[in-house]
């Protein structure tokens, strides 16, 4: 069986780890299922407007830098959300083949204003490091999170937010919101911000990277200039907890080789059938 799938990369030409990881894990995936064929291909969406067509059957829309609502009106967001308008309406209809969807990051943002399931807003600081991630009662029984604890560590970037689930319109979808942020330890009042929603049994959507392993946490917290600023923005205790849990990779390692390999054993496995 041959697949394709499509990578959409809104990192707009920031160096990364992410998509190296997401490349990783579709490698992954084509090894495990001996008699299927994955090919993938990459889409620079914000930095060169390229957006795939609709005979992909599997896609990968990843994180990035910067404000969600940045490309407002511009040509490749207009592109972006045509592609979910007819991954959506495909999906709808029960002659039709399915397309698998998945959202990370900057991705989840998009989408949450895509679908109108909560409010996006800048946070009063910075998300920047490996943190807790809590399941809801919904997210216990998922399938793409089993295997994790709850709470489970995963990675996460980001200065906006999803906040304010609207319950109308996940109940109107058939989405379910699987996992929230932490507490905040300095003011309890302040919301959780949405970390995981199943839009659709082919649609998924993570806040959090669930495709970082240790080398890219490496990256990002082993170089001099990196730990500077973090000491800068939450201090040098902030940056203990984070050098820490680099010293249990398998914490993090647990969720790379779980989220997204379950959802894409669950794309082979039922494109397979279909």
Known sequence: ??????????????????????????????????????????????????????????????????????????????????LLDNIWSINQSKSNRKKYLFFICHSFQMMVRYFELGKVVERESR?????????????????????????????????????????????????????IEDHHAHDANLERAMMAIKISDEIFASQFHPEADPASMNYHFKQPNKQQEVIEEYGEEKLKIMLDRLETPENITLTRNTVIPNFLNKAINELGES
């Open 1 to 82: 069986m041959k697949l394709k799938a499509a990578i959409i990369d809104l990192y707009n030409n920031e160096p990364n780890e992410g998509m190296r990881c997401i490349q990783d894990l579709l490698k992954e995936a084509d090894k495990r299922f001996e008699n299927t064929n994955l090919d993938y291909k990459i889409y620079e969406t914000r930095y060169k407007d390229e957006i795939p067509n609709i005979d992909y059957d599997i896609f990968i829309s990843s994180g990035g830098p910067g404000d969600p609502f940045e490309g407002l009106g511009s040509s490749w967001e207009n592109k972006y959300f045509n």
């Open 127 to 179: 998300s920047f490091g490996i943190v807790p991630v809590f399941k809801t009662k919904e997210g216990e029984k998922d399938q793409i999170l089993g295997g994790l604890g709850n709470p489970f560590l995963a990675a996460d970037f980001r200065n906006y937010q999803a906040i304010q689930p609207n319950r109308e319109r996940f109940e109107e979808l058939g989405a379910e919101l699987l996992c």
